[in-house]
């Protein structure tokens, strides 16, 4: 069974700075997608960026992106020039190719962002 | 386009009873999902729903259940309410790949 592994549980940033979130996950198959999700204190789920596994090019979504290094099962997203609307919990998921319903998310990261 | 709506985004019952649950989802997507979300057990997924049929299940018991109809909207419904069945339920709609959350039902069973 695949896992998805968050092992900050709490960051913190400075506004304007830049701040990398770590993600890995544990996995037998070779093609999948892998996903940041933002959930601010209104609850609402927000997609962040997406990254294809057998696409090698990191993601990038404006002031987000992504470090994916498939042989280490790490999937990290960095938020540059970090916005005080940028504080959330910020959840890595995992998406088997051929599973359509099934993410499998990690525990959360919730970032702090400091005026 | 409207995003996915979930409705009602608030509800409390009392152990033992049943409740449902509702979400539209995103114009011209045919996949729903369901995820649990609690404090301790974190995101959990329910199960998936295109075109009327349940495609995907999670590791739930029997007391939830699901469906979808024709214009893809669905319920889920949860029977003999338990404590530990309060949490944050949260419908996603899908095109292709990715999918898009609704806000939201939180149930507080009391």
């Known amino acids: 069974a695949q896992t998805v592994t968050q092992s900050q549980p709490e960051m913190s940033v400075q506004e304007a700075e830049t701040v990398t979130l770590s993600c890995t996950y544990d996995t037998s198959e070779s093609d999948y997608y892998l996903f940041w999700y933002k959930q601010p204190p209104s609850r609402q789920m927000i997609l962040v960026i997406r990254q294809e596994a057998y696409k090698q090019q990191n993601a990038t979504e404006n002031r987000f992106s992504v470090n994916f290094q498939k042989a280490a099962k790490s999937f990290s997203l960095k938020i540059s020039d970090s916005q005080l609307g940028d504080a959330a919990m910020y959840f890595c998921a995992y998406r088997s190719k051929g599973s359509q319903g099934n993410l499998i998310f990690g525990k959360g990261t919730k970032l702090s962002v400091k005026p | 386009k409207a995003g996915v709506t979930q409705t009602p985004r608030y509800l409390i019952k009392t152990r033992g009873q049943q409740v449902t649950l509702s979400c539209s989802p995103i114009?011209?997507?045919?996949?729903v999902s369901w995820y649990q979300q609690t404090p301790g057990q974190g995101l959990q997924f329910l199960f998936e729903y295109f075109s009327e049929t349940q495609r995907n299940k999670g590791n739930f018991p029997g007391r939830f259940s699901g469906r979808q109809f024709s214009n893809s909207r669905s319920e889920m419904n949860v029977s003999t309410l338990e404590l530990g069945d309060s949490a944050l339920y949260l419908c996603?709609?899908?095109?292709?790949?990715?999918?898009?959350f609704g806000p939201g039902t939180r149930l507080t069973v009391t």
């Open positions: 996603a709609s899908s095109l292709v790949d990715e999918q898009y």
């Open positions: 114009s011209g997507h045919r996949s």
